[in-house]
């Protein structure tokens, strides 16, 4: 069975400290994503990543970096945690083909910053 | 201007009915993929219905269909004879063009609720 896994459901952080969210895969897919997720906004993308050591801005990238050194490891940094980025995020992978499924999601981690 | 629009924040629906979700696209790409995904209560994202933009039949899967209007860029998802586990966020979502990198453009969504 196909697997992304977040490392934690629920953070709760204090403002300014430095957060990470770590995102696998276990389906040696090339690209990985993360996103948020706000109530009456969806999903907005963050930042994505389609190789190892690559990486690419989403639509809302400010204040968020990302890493990937492995192929099946997306990590995403908060470098300084404030209360705007309380939300929810999501991790999702996906093999780049066209049709359905998409995207494979994550369990999603539901971050509070203080 | 948004890319994916979902109008209904919220809709009822009794169960056995059949409920239509709206979802309006822009794009100006001639090739694109249009998705619903479903979103219960604990929070996991469920794949539920893709349709390509070449694609002359609707989608479906199921209890799902897809109503896709090209000249109107409508994608509506119908679920047929609604089930108390129908309730839940669902999303629309587009893949534009032909990257490979599978971005999807997420519309802000509408929350279903099935009344016994």
């Known amino acids: 069975d196909v697997k992304v896994t977040q490392s934690s459901r629920y953070l709760v952080k204090r403002t300014g400290e430095k957060v990470f969210l770590e995102c696998v895969q276990d389906?040696?897919?090339?690209?990985m994503f993360w996103y948020r997720q706000d109530p009456g906004l969806g999903l907005r993308l963050i930042y994505f990543?389609?190789?190892?050591?690559?990486?690419e801005k989403g639509d809302i990238p400010e204040g968020y970096s990302v890493s990937r050194e492995k192929k099946e490891r997306f990590s995403l940094i908060l470098e300084s945690a404030s209360t705007n980025q309380t939300s929810m995020y999501l991790c999702?992978?996906?093999?780049?083909?066209?049709?359905?499924?998409?995207?494979?999601f994550g369990p999603g981690t539901r971050l509070t910053v203080l | 201007a948004q890319k994916i629009t979902q109008t209904q924040p919220g809709m009822f629906v009794q169960e056995k009915e059949a409920v239509t979700l709206d979802c309006t696209y822009d794009?100006?790409?001639?090739?694109?993929?249009l998705f619903w995904y479903k979103q219960p209560s604990s929070g996991e994202m469920i794949f539920l219905i893709y349709q390509g933009s070449y694609d002359e039949q609707n989608a479906t899967e199921g209890r799902y269909s897809l109503n896709f209007q090209k000249a109107r860029k409508s994608a509506n998802l119908v679920i047929s004879a609604s089930q108390l586990g129908d309730s839940a966020m669902y999303f629309c979502a587009m893949r534009e063009g032909y990257d490979s990198s599978y971005k999807l453009i997420f519309g802000s969504g509408t929350r279903l609720l099935v009344r016994p």
């Open positions: 990543s389609y190789d190892v050591k690559m990486k």
């Open positions: 794009t100006s790409d001639q090739s694109y993929g």
């Open positions: 999702a992978s996906s093999l780049g083909l066209a049709g359905g499924p998409g995207l494979f």
């Open positions: 389906m040696d897919h090339e690209n």
